[in-house]
C-alpha cells in the first residue's frame, strides 16, 4: 500500500510542468490514448498472424501450402478494403510495420519458390502507400508478380502503377533499354480505364508511352467525343512540338474516321492541312445530305481541294459545288436579313448620327497650317468606304443606288479617292458574282482612269471566296495587267489576289511572276505582285515561289528597302507560310543573306505569319524580347563607325589610295535629315512593329492567351519605346477582332486621346476593328464623342468615321473573326486579308491616310456572316429551337455536361456573338454536324417522339 500511495501522490509542481504536453503532442498521445475498437483489434491480430505465417521457414510441401493459404487470405483481406479507396485502407495501416521484414523475406526466397510471385503481388499493393518515393517499388514488384488482372486491386492502384510506368518509360528510353514488359502491362490498364469511364487517364498514359495508336480499338460513339475533346485539347497545349501535335491530329482523325464522325474528321483534316484527307474524308461517305455538310464546312473555310473541284461525282452535281463554291451564301445571308428586318440600305449619316455629336468639346488642331476645318473630299472618301462596309452582302445601297447617283457620287471624289469610292461596290455585292458583275461592268466603261480601276478591286472583291463557272475575275482583270496607266495594273493585281485569296491558282502565278522578278516594273507594281502572291498561296509554304519571292528581294537596293511598300512585300513572303510553322525555319536562315535594312522586319514577320493562330507561348515570348530592345541612335552609329573602320582596312590591304571626299553644305545637310529620319521608330525599328503585331497574331485563337498577352501590353504602353507603343493598338485591335472586351474597349479609349498623334489615331480606328459587326452601343457612343472631339483635323476625323462603318458592319450581322469550328480552325484566307490590312495600318500616313486608301479593303476577305441557319436536305429553310449562350470548357469532366450557360432560347437562323455558342434544344431534328455554325444541314429525327402537351 506505501508503494501504491507513493506512485499516487502528487508530482511537484515543477514536474507537473515538465510533464505537461505541447500542443503539438497532445492530438499524437490522445490518438494514442484511443482504444483501437474490437473490430480493428481482431483485424490488426489476424494480420499479423497471417504474416507470421508467411514469414515462417517451409520446408515440407505441407507448410508450403500453409503459406500459400496465408498469402492467399492477406491477398484477399487487402482487396476487400481496396476496392473502392478513399482513403488509406485499415490492412494496408496495420501493415506498415511488416513492410520492410516482407520485403526482407522476399528477396531471401529462391526464384523456384512458387509462392514468391503471390507475395510479390502483396507487396505491390503495400508499396503503393509505404514504399519511398521516386522508387517506383510497386511497378517493381508488379513485374516480378503472378500476372493477375492488375484491375482486382482497384482504381487507385491502377492508377499508381500508371504514373510508375510513365516515369519508368522515360528512364528506359534514355537508357535504350527494353519496354516491352511495360507496354504488355499498358496493354492491360487501357482496357480497364475505358470500361471505368476513365479515357483521360487512358490517354496520359497513352500519351507518356509514346503509343497513342493503341487508342483508337477503344472508342465508340458513347466515349468518342470525350475521348477526342481531350486528345485536341492536349494537342493545342502541344504547340511547341509539331510531331507530338500531328500524331494526336492522326489518331483523332482515325478514331473520327472509323465512328463515321465526318464532321469532326474533315474539321481534323483541314486543321493538317491535308487537302487529301479532305477530299478522303468527303468522298468515303455515300450520303448525298453528309457530303452537302461537309462540302459547306469546307468552303466556309475557303479551302480550295483540287480533287474535289476535278472528281466527277461533286461537279455533275450542281447543289454540291454551290456548296463547295459559297454560291448559297448571298441567299441565305439575304434570307436572314429578312427575317431580322434590315433589308433597306443604311446611309453613312445614318451611322454617323451627327445630330448627337453637336455641342460636344472639340480639340484644336495640332497641326494647325494648312489643316484648318475639314476636308470634304476626305469625308467623301470615307462616306465611301463606310457605304460599302455598312451595306456590304445586302446587293443595294444609297449612294449607288442608281447609275446617276452613283456617277454623282463619283464625281464628289478626288483622284484615288474616286478608286476607293467605286471599289465599295464590291462589298455591297459581296459574293453575288453574277449581280456585281453587271454593276462593276457598267462602270468600268466610264472615261476616267481612276473609275475604271476602282471596278477592279471591286470585281475582286466581289468574287472573294466564291467558286462558279462564271469566273468573269480572271479574264477581266489579267487583261488590265497589259494597260499603261499604273493604277489600273495596281488595282488589277490586287483585284487578283482578292478574287483568288487561297485557291493556289497557278494561272495567276504565270500572270503575277513576270511582274514580280521584272527589275524595269515600278516598285509599286512589284510590291503589289509580292503581296498579291502571297494572298493567292497563303498557307501553302511554295518553296519554289519563296525561293523567287526571296532571289528577287537580295537584289533590294537600299533606297527601295526603305519605301513603305517594301513592308507590303515582306507580308507577301510571310503569307506564303501562313499557320505553317514547320515549313518556316528554310526560308528563315536564307533571310539571313539579305542584307538590305529590311531583313529583321522581313524575319520577323515571316516567323510571326507561320505561328499566327498557333496560340504558341514559346514564340510569343521570343517576340516579347524584341519589344525590350532599345533602339538609339548611337547604336547606329557605331555600326555605321564599324563599317567605314572595314572598309579602310580593306583599302590599305589592297594599297588603295583614295582622295578625301570634300562634302558640300547641301551634302551634309541630306546626311543631317537622313540621320534624323532613320533614328529610332524608323526603319530600324519597324522589325518591333511587326513582332508587336506577330504576338497578337498568334495569341488571336485561344482567351487564356489573349489575357497574357493583354497584360504583356499594359507593360508595353508604360515602359517601352514610342515606335512599339504606336503599334499596340492596332495589335490589340488584331488580337480581339469582333470582339469588343471591356478592358480592351477602356484601354483604346484612353489611347484615342494620347499626346502622341499616330497611338491616337491607330486608337480610333481599332475601336472600329473591336466591335466590327457587332453594333456595340458602347462603343458607338465613344466614337460619336471622338468624332466631336476631332472635328477640325481631317485625318482623325476621317479614321474615326471607318471605324463607324466598321462598328456597322453589313448593319450588325457580320463579323471580321478568322476563328471558327467552336474556336478550332483558323480561316488563312481571312487572316491573310486582317494582316496586309492591318500590317499597312501600322504606317498609316503613307497608305490609309495617303493615296492608297484602298488597301482598307483587303478586311474585306475576312468578312462572313456570323449565323446558324439549318436546312433540310433539299435545301429549305428549317426552324429549329436551340439554346444560344456563353460557351463553357468541358474538357475532361466526367459525365455529358452542358457545353452553354445562362442560355436564351431562339427559333434558327439566329445570330451568335463572340465566345457564344448553339445546341439544339429538341431531340426533333438531328444535325449532320457537332459543331452549330454557319450553315447546318438536318434531318427528323426518326426516333423522336412528340410530348403530350404540344
Avoid at 481482431?42 to 500453409?66: A, F, H
Wanted: glycine share 6%; proline share 4%; charged share 25%.
Amino acid at each position: 500500500m506505501p508503494a501504491i500511495e507513493k506512485a499516487l501522490e502528487m508530482p511537484p509542481e515543477e514536474e507537473q510542468e515538465k510533464e505537461k504536453p505541447t500542443a503539438e503532442e497532445k492530438p499524437k498521445k490522445k490518438e494514442d490514448e484511443n482504444e483501437m475498437s474490437e473490430e480493428d483489434r481482431l483485424l490488426k491480430e489476424n494480420l499479423e498472424l497471417l504474416v507470421t505465417r508467411i514469414m515462417e521457414k517451409t520446408e515440407t510441401p505441407e507448410q508450403q501450402g500453409v503459406r500459400k493459404n496465408a498469402l492467399e487470405a492477406l491477398r484477399k483481406e487487402i482487396r476487400s478494403y481496396t476496392s473502392s479507396m478513399t482513403s488509406v485502407p485499415k490492412p494496408l495501416k496495420f501493415l506498415r510495420p511488416h513492410y520492410q521484414p516482407l520485403k526482407d523475406f522476399f528477396n531471401s526466397l529462391t526464384a523456384s519458390d512458387v509462392n514468391k510471385p503471390f507475395l510479390a503481388d502483396v507487396l505491390s499493393i503495400m508499396a503503393m502507400t509505404m514504399a519511398k518515393e521516386d522508387l517506383r517499388e510497386s511497378l517493381h514488384f508488379k513485374l516480378l508478380g503472378s500476372g493477375e488482372a492488375v484491375g482486382s486491386w482497384g482504381h487507385e492502384y491502377v492508377r499508381n502503377i500508371a504514373g510508375e510506368i510513365s516515369k519508368e518509360y522515360q528512364d528506359r528510353v534514355e537508357k535504350e533499354q527494353s519496354i516491352d514488359d511495360l507496354i504488355t502491362l499498358v496493354d492491360e490498364i487501357i482496357p480497364f480505364n475505358f470500361a471505368h469511364n476513365a479515357e483521360v487517364e487512358a490517354v496520359d498514359l497513352l500519351m507518356e508511352v509514346s503509343k497513342l495508336e493503341k487508342l483508337v480499338p477503344f472508342c465508340n460513339k458513347d466515349n468518342c467525343q470525350r475521348v477526342c475533346r481531350y486528345l485536341l485539347a492536349c494537342g493545342e497545349n502541344q504547340s511547341a512540338d509539331p510531331e507530338e501535335q500531328t500524331t494526336i491530329w492522326t489518331v483523332v482523325y482515325e478514331i473520327c474516321t472509323q465512328l463515321k464522325e465526318y464532321s469532326d474528321a474533315v474539321r481534323i483534316a483541314i486543321k493538317m492541312n491535308d487537302k487529301s484527307k479532305i477530299y478522303a474524308t468527303v468522298k468515303s461517305t455515300e450520303d448525298r445530305a453528309i457530303r452537302k455538310q461537309l462540302l459547306y464546312i469546307v468552303g466556309s473555310l475557303h479551302v480550295s481541294v483540287d480533287e474535289i473541284a476535278k472528281d466527277d461525282d461533286f461537279v455533275n452535281d450542281e447543289e454540291l459545288m454551290n456548296a463547295y463554291g459559297n454560291m448559297e451564301l448571298k441567299n441565305r445571308f439575304h434570307q436572314l436579313a429578312h427575317d431580322l428586318g434590315v433589308m433597306d440600305p443604311k446611309s453613312p449619316e445614318d451611322v454617323y448620327k451627327t445630330h448627337l455629336e453637336e455641342g460636344g468639346p472639340s480639340r484644336v488642331n495640332r497641326n494647325a497650317q494648312g489643316q484648318q476645318g475639314v476636308d470634304s473630299a476626305k469625308q467623301n472618301l470615307a462616306s465611301s468606304i463606310v457605304n460599302g462596309f455598312v451595306n456590304c452582302g445586302y446587293g443595294k445601297d444609297p449612294l449607288f443606288l442608281t447609275p446617276e447617283k452613283g456617277i454623282d457620287w463619283l464625281g464628289r471624289n478626288r483622284s484615288h479617292g474616286v478608286v476607293s469610292a467605286a471599289a465599295s461596290l464590291g462589298l455591297t455585292y459581296l459574293w453575288d458574282i453574277e449581280t456585281g458583275s453587271e454593276k462593276t461592268d457598267f462602270y468600268s466603261h466610264m472615261n476616267d482612269k481612276y473609275v475604271q480601276a476602282g471596278t477592279n478591286l471591286a470585281l475582286g472583291l466581289l468574287c472573294t471566296g466564291c467558286t462558279s463557272e462564271l469566273d468573269p475575275s480572271y479574264g477581266l482583270l489579267s487583261q488590265q495587267l497589259e494597260s499603261n496607266d499604273a493604277i489600273h495594273r495596281v488595282t488589277a493585281i490586287l483585284g487578283l489576289g482578292f478574287s483568288y485569296v487561297g485557291t493556289n491558282n497557278e494561272d495567276v502565278r504565270e500572270k503575277l511572276l513576270p511582274l514580280m522578278i521584272d527589275d524595269t516594273q515600278a516598285f509599286e507594281i512589284r510590291a503589289f505582285s509580292y503581296l498579291s502572291l502571297g494572298l493567292v498561296f497563303c498557307g501553302s509554304g511554295d518553296d519554289e515561289l519563296a525561293g523567287s519571292m526571296l532571289s528577287d528581294m537580295l537584289a533590294l537596293s537600299e533606297v527601295e528597302a526603305q519605301q513603305p511598300l517594301a513592308r507590303m512585300m515582306c507580308v507577301g513572303l510571310g503569307l506564303l507560310f501562313l499557320g505553317r510553322s514547320e515549313s518556316c525555319e528554310g526560308i528563315l536562315l536564307a533571310l539571313e543573306a539579305v542584307e538590305s535594312g529590311i531583313q529583321r522586319f522581313c524575319a520577323v514577320t515571316v516567323e510571326s505569319l507561320a505561328y499566327a493562330g498557333t496560340a504558341n507561348v514559346l514564340q510569343i515570348q521570343k517576340l516579347v524580347r524584341l519589344l525590350t530592345h532599345h533602339i538609339t541612335l548611337d547604336e547606329e552609329k557605331q555600326e555605321k563607325k564599324t563599317e567605314a573602320e572595314g572598309e579602310e582596312k580593306e583599302a590599305k590591304e589592297n594599297k588603295e589610295t583614295t582622295k578625301p571626299e570634300v562634302k558640300t553644305e547641301e551634302q551634309k545637310e541630306k546626311e543631317k535629315q537622313k540621320e534624323k529620319e532613320e533614328g529610332p521608330g524608323s526603319l530600324r525599328g519597324i522589325y518591333q512593329e511587326a513582332a508587336c503585331l506577330g504576338i497578337a497574331a498568334i495569341a488571336t485563337s485561344d482567351d487564356l492567351t489573349i489575357d497574357m498577352v493583354l497584360r504583356s501590353f499594359d507593360h508595353v504602353l508604360q515602359c517601352s519605346e514610342l515606335n512599339i507603343r504606336r503599334a499596340v493598338p492596332i495589335s490589340l485591335g488584331l488580337m480581339s477582332i469582333s470582339n469588343p472586351r471591356l478592358a480592351v474597349i477602356d484601354t483604346l479609349s484612353k489611347l484615342s486621346h494620347d499626346q502622341d498623334q499616330k497611338i491616337s489615331q491607330s486608337a480610333c480606328l481599332a475601336l472600329g476593328l473591336v466591335g466590327a459587326g457587332t453594333n456595340n452601343s458602347r462603343i458607338a457612343n465613344i466614337l460619336r464623342q471622338l468624332a466631336a472631339y476631332y472635328s477640325k483635323e481631317p485625318n482623325h476625323l476621317f479614321l474615326v468615321r471607318l471605324a463607324q462603318g466598321l462598328l456597322h458592319m453589313g448593319k450588325g450581322l457580320l463579323t471580321f473573326s478568322p476563328v471558327q469550328s467552336d474556336g478550332f480552325l483558323l480561316n488563312r484566307s481571312a487572316m491573310a486579308g486582317l494582316l496586309v490590312a492591318l500590317h499597312s495600318c501600322l504606317d498609316l500616313n503613307n497608305f490609309i491616310l495617303l493615296d492608297r486608301h484602298y488597301v482598307i479593303y483587303a478586311l474585306g476577305l475576312a468578312i462572313r456572316p456570323r449565323f446558324v441557319m439549318c436546312i433540310d436536305e433539299e435545301g429549305n429553310a428549317v426552324p429549329v429551337t436551340v439554346h444560344v449562350g456563353q460557351k463553357v470548357d468541358t474538357v475532361g469532366q466526367a459525365g455529358k455536361p452542358k457545353g452553354i450557360t445562362g442560355f436564351q432560347t431562339h427559333k434558327t437562323p439566329v445570330l451568335l456573338s463572340s465566345n457564344e455558342k448553339a445546341q439544339f434544344a429538341t431531340d426533333e431534328y438531328l444535325a449532320l454536324t457537332n459543331v452549330l455554325e454557319g450553315i447546318v444541314v438536318v434531318r427528323k429525327n426518326p426516333d423522336y417522339v412528340k410530348p403530350e402537351n404540344e
